[in-house]
């Protein structure tokens, strides 16, 4: 394991000195019989052990995965606060396509890393990992959630990511038009994978217009054939985004997706998605509220997922995680209301109130 000191300059940049900074420790992992490079960021654990998933990815080279893991760190921390969780917020990702390098040794390898790390850090399922591939991290890890049901975890997470998010848009739905119900309600989500096409089935049973689109062809025809009426395609994000009368914009593929180009050009009154990290800078709240566009927090409405792997750790019960994913609609309509109350955009009233919470559990544990 080597230790961010070993890192490249711009790393120690980015790491000390960026925005992206504050962050309590980085890990840079490599074995090289197995061809695993890592990057194991940990953002806070003021609230308790860092838990996030395991993004596996082509990034174009190390320093863009650093940036990613730290970025992705961050945002954990801020979501499981807003979710109640006695827990940080950490990332890792995995450098290189999972559909080439992917393998058991390499998933033992980063097992191990992250068991070296004593349980400061928990792992889960991101994009391009499984709950196949927790199972085989497990085996050198105990602080592996996102496992098989068969092998002592809850299954997959993005079941309950799609209700949260769901409950989100209610809470939206709530507060700009006085009623939660989406019925007849045009919602465009893109991305329809993991998370997508359950959100899909949520939106479709309560009698909304979807719009959806998906770089991969085969997930918007499996979503077509589930769904031979009240379903349309279009074929790529930027025809989605400005789509005639869309009430809804769902962002729920990778980060980044609220940006220069894409806000100017958005029919919908409401973004509410599972991306993380849908805003690609700071000043993209502010734009959305300007063009009298809600947002809904990404963190606060996608925290479905990690609300079911923190419930992992104590004996997992579905039932129990619903309940607790469905205080999303709550929590989405306090931050509406915080940020009407302060004159800010919901995303900084969303910040203010997990800070404060980070905030006043590290006070409480210095005063030990």
């Given at each position: 394991?080597?230790?961010?000191?070993?890192?490249?300059?711009?790393?120690?940049?980015?790491?000390?000195?960026?925005?992206?900074?504050?962050?309590?420790?980085?890990?840079?992992?490599?074995?090289?019989?197995?061809?695993?490079?890592?990057?194991?960021?940990?953002?806070?654990?003021?609230?308790?052990?860092?838990?996030?998933?395991?993004?596996?990815?082509?990034?174009?080279?190390?320093?863009?995965?650093?940036?990613?893991?730290?970025?992705?760190?961050?945002?954990?921390?801020?979501?499981?606060?807003?979710?109640?969780?006695?827990?940080?917020?950490?990332?890792a990702v995995i450098i290189g396509d999972p559909e080439k390098i992917k393998s058991e040794e390499l998933l033992l390898a980063y097992g191990r890393f992250v068991a070296s790390l004593g349980g400061r850090y928990v792992t889960a399922?991101?994009?391009?990992?499984?709950?196949?591939?927790?199972?085989?991290?497990?085996?050198?890890?105990?602080?592996?959630?996102?496992?098989?049901?068969?092998?002592?975890?809850?299954?997959?997470?993005?079941?309950?990511?799609?209700?949260?998010?769901?409950?989100?848009?209610?809470?939206?739905?709530?507060?700009?038009?006085?009623?939660?119900?989406?019925?007849?309600?045009?919602?465009?989500?893109?991305?329809?994978?993991?998370?997508?096409?359950?959100?899909?089935?949520?939106?479709?049973?309560?009698?909304?217009?979807?719009?959806?689109?998906?770089?991969?062809?085969?997930?918007?025809?499996?979503?077509?054939?589930?769904?031979?009426?009240?379903?349309?395609?279009?074929a790529d994000t930027a025809t989605l985004i400005r789509a005639e009368g869309l009430d809804i914009y769902a962002p729920c593929a990778l980060g980044g997706a609220l940006n220069d180009d894409t806000v100017p050009a958005l029919t919908a009154k409401v973004v509410c998605g599972a991306a993380n990290n849908q805003l690609a800078h700071p000043g993209v709240e502010k734009d959305l509220a300007d063009r009298g566009i809600l947002y809904a927090p990404d963190y606060v409405v996608n925290a479905g997922g990690v609300i079911q792997v923190a419930d992992e750790l104590h004996g997992f019960d579905f039932d129990r995680c619903k309940a607790k994913a469905s205080k999303i609609f709550d929590t989405t309509l306090a931050i509406f209301a915080r940020a009407k109350e302060d004159g800010i955009p919901p995303a900084a009233a969303a910040d203010r109130i997990a800070e404060q919470r980070m905030h006043d559990a590290a006070l409480a544990r210095r005063a030990r």
């Open positions: 394991m080597t230790d961010v000191t070993g890192a490249p300059a711009d790393v120690l940049h980015t790491l000390f000195h960026s925005d992206q900074g504050g962050h309590e420790q980085v890990v840079l992992c490599q074995d090289r019989a197995s061809g695993l490079k890592a990057v194991i960021a940990l953002h806070s654990t003021a609230l308790g052990p860092a838990l996030g998933g395991t993004r596996f990815y082509p990034y174009a080279n190390e320093a863009e995965a650093v940036a990613d893991a730290l970025n992705l760190a961050r945002g954990m921390s801020y979501k499981n606060a807003m979710a109640g969780l006695d827990h940080g917020g950490g990332k399922c991101d994009v391009g990992t499984y709950v196949a591939d927790m199972d085989v991290v497990a085996r050198e890890c105990r602080w592996t959630t996102g496992r098989s049901p068969e092998n002592g975890g809850a299954g997959d997470s993005s079941v309950l990511t799609a209700y949260g998010v769901y409950q989100g848009m209610r809470a939206s739905a709530q507060h700009l038009w006085g009623d939660p119900s989406l019925r007849g309600k045009r919602v465009g989500i893109a991305g329809v994978g993991k998370v997508g096409h359950h959100l899909v089935e949520h939106l479709r049973a309560e009698g909304a217009e979807v719009v959806i689109t998906d770089v991969r062809e085969e997930a918007v025809g499996r979503i077509l054939a589930a769904h031979p009426t009240g379903v349309t395609a279009v």
